[in-house]
């Protein structure tokens, strides 16, 4: 038990507890306790939920008995005859450090991207930020693994809770998750390594039926590690890119995972930016599987040598806080 730790208990039907998510939130947001751990019995939890506290934990039964959604999507028009928009839409916006997810999906159930546009399950802004045994479910953008890109390339493209706010950079931790999506659905400027997550494309029937990931990364930090995780799909063969660059210093590396059959023999896209060739780090070793095979990834993808694979330990890209 940490110090000075509270325990808050939301249940559907149990007495003495919160009757929703929402509340316990409020509740944990207003306490001078170091820690606090909200604990959600099983149910579904239709909310739409921010979270502000630092040192906060959310405990779930299982995956598959405590599931927070919502259904907000960027193409909704709203009131004002404007577009929802990408950064309005998340089911669960973290806007907190110190915090920790166990047993618990985390869900948008907007719909596919080409029909509803980016519809986020997870806005994460933060750093030491630790999602364990979760489910990370949506279609187009499922989790935004903040800091925003300093600009947005359209006026109003960042409009949302943190489009004027300092950009400040965050660790992640991901580890025996289920990932969700179709395009660019883990995106984002934070580093986050995930690790021994299935990382699962939605089939939308198209010729490319998406990109797994879509990097923002700052010039200065390591970005995303895969792994010991799993590529996976019910797409057809060679329909999925494994990334592509948000911005020109994106940064990806997979290692030690299997990718399947799904991902295109090229494996990444330059997103029609020739200049990001030159800055871009989307780096693979000793993966296998049907769409491991590297003979067809283009000269500006790095292959990795045993030595330069030894620097995407999970202690050289996090540090150790999360032990």
């Known amino acids: 038990m940490k110090q000075n730790a509270v325990i808050l208990n939301v249940s559907k039907e149990k007495e003495g507890c919160f009757a929703t998510f929402g509340e316990a939130v409020k509740a944990a947001e207003a306490m001078e306790a170091t820690h606090v751990t909200i604990q959600l019995d099983k149910g579904i939890y239709k909310e739409k939920v921010t979270i502000k506290k630092n040192n906060l934990t959310l405990l779930g039964i299982s995956p598959e008995e405590t599931i927070i959604t919502f259904d907000d999507y960027g193409l909704e028009i709203l009131e004002d005859g404007e577009k929802r928009g990408t950064f309005r839409t998340p089911t669960l916006f973290i806007d907190a450090s110190d915090f920790t997810a166990k047993n618990i999906t985390f869900e948008n159930s907007a719909g596919p991207g080409k029909k509803v546009g980016q519809a986020l399950a997870l806005y994460v802004d933060g750093d030491r ?131 399947g059959e799904h991902i295109k023999e090229e494996g990444w896209h330059d997103w029609d930016k020739p200049d990001a060739r030159e800055t871009v780090i989307f780096a693979e070793y000793n993966n296998f599987g049907a769409g491991a095979d590297t003979k067809a990834r283009p000269s500006w993808v790095k292959i990795l040598t045993k030595e330069e694979a030894d620097a995407y330990t999970k202690e050289k890209i996090l540090g150790d806080w999360y032990i």
């Open 129 to 259: 930020m630790i999602f364990e045994n979760c489910r990370l479910l949506g279609g187009q953008d499922t989790l935004f693994t903040a800091p925003l890109p300093p600009k947005a390339y359209e006026k109003n493209g960042f409009r949302g809770p943190k489009e004027f706010a300092p950009r400040t950079h965050g660790r992640h931790l991901y580890k025996d998750c289920f990932i969700c999506g179709d395009v660019d659905f883990i995106f984002g400027g934070a580093t986050a390594y995930f690790e021994n997550c299935e990382i699962f494309s939605n089939n939308l029937g198209q010729e490319v039926n998406g990109y797994v990931t879509a990097a923002s990364t700052l010039e200065d930090v390591p970005g995303y590690v895969f792994y010991q995780c799993r590529f996976t799909s019910d797409c057809a063969p060679k329909s999925v890119y494994l990334g592509r660059p948000w911005r020109n210093y994106a940064k990806v590396a997979i290692l030690n995972s299997e990718i």
